[in-house]
């Protein structure tokens, strides 16, 4: 029996648990909703799908019925973290569902199979990729071996605090405020007691796993292709999450002010050049720890950061590209990890999220909100405006490679 015509409410149940799964791993509500269009037209199922980042709406008819849905569902969910390993292994199982190799039941067993703990190796691992991630972006901006150390070790902090705040509830909505504290705090003490350190870099790399820059380029995105409802509510996420990390950085700093704590800060960078590309090899691998891939998979996420970096600093280098207001070198390194993550996923057969979203990780400008926050909130509105001018600038020439990107080299499936 093939797949269309398995029993109707099988194929409906298949493509429901394939939306939330899907949702969980963080897809952007355009390719979610084109995946899901795409799997119910090869099942010969019609369907109207609805979704944002807290829940999806799905109906359901058969192609033969014409006077209303049979089967509705409202899914209520928490908003997806980018999972690579799950998200490939979603698409495999579509993929043999759809061309007929594994039936409709075997492949609804197949996607609950997927529901297991994470195990203690991989928290532990995940914990070291917040150091190794925090550590390798202040190699990335050439600061001092003082503060690579300093943001490694306060990483492993925020890992650690991450990690039990996925299991509770209260703890993780105050996680992000509670490790902008904790990192400020540290760093400070640090800077005052131990060793001279770039103070605003080492917290801006120490808490970079929790800035929300790839969800403001979704946001993006999100409006761009006129998902409005979607795209504003994962805009209003991430500047929520933006004011809370904001809010933890100025308590810390007027409760280390208000302690007498005063830091030696480092004004010029002093690592070599040498440092800066073995800091994009180290924070590549993290990355691709921190997005679930699967060990299979890792070169391929970690030349995505190489491509989406390397772009990024050709494009600098090529005049009248390198100008602030144009970014012309984020456009390039977006244009380029879209056309050849399509280009992948079309070759390949798998996702092209697994070169597309370490590709532009390193682009997304949540560091740039932070500190366009944390201007405002110190009073200093002008330069606080003229950055958040800078992260507009950043977002829009992300979300228009990504565009262009689409259009020369269409995804296969819009995953």
Known sequence: MSAATSPFRQRCNFIIDLARRLHACGMSTDRLEGAVLTVSRRLGVRTEIWCNPTGIILSFSSPQKSDGAEITRVLRLAPGDINLKALAM??????????????????????????????????????????????????????????VAASAVIGLMI??????????PRLHEASDAIAALLATLTATAIAAFVTPLSLQTVVIASLIVLMPGLMLTTAVAELSSQNWASGTARFAGATVALLKLTFGTIVATQAAHAM??????????????????????????????????ARRDFLIVMAGAWIGYGLTRLGGQIPGLSSEA??????????????????????????????RVSGIILLVPGSVGFRSLSFVLERDVVLGLDTAVAVLSALIAIVAGLLFGNLLVPPRRYL
Request: a neutral charge.
């Open 90 to 147: 979603v698409d495999d199982i579509a993929e043999r569902v759809t061309d007929g190799r594994m039936e409709v039941d075997e492949g609804l067993k197949a996607l609950t199979a997927l529901d297991r703990p994470m195990a203690r190796e991989k928290l532990a691992i995940t914990v070291l990729a917040f150091g190794l991630a925090s550590g390798s972006v202040a190699a990335l901006l050439r600061t001092s071996w003082a503060d």
């Open 159 to 168: 890992g650690l605090l991450s990690v039990a705040s996925s299991s509770r």
């Open 260 to 293: 007498g704590w005063q830091p030696q800060l480092i004004s010029a960078p002093q690592l070599p050049a040498w440092a800066e590309w073995m800091g994009l090899l180290v924070g590549s691998s993290a990355f691709a720890v921190l997005f679930g891939a």
């Open 326 to 355: 144009f970014a012309g070198g984020v456009f390039l390194a977006g244009l380029g990890v879209a056309m050849v993550s399509n280009a992948f996923g079309r070759i390949f057969r798998r996702p092209g999220a697994l070169l």
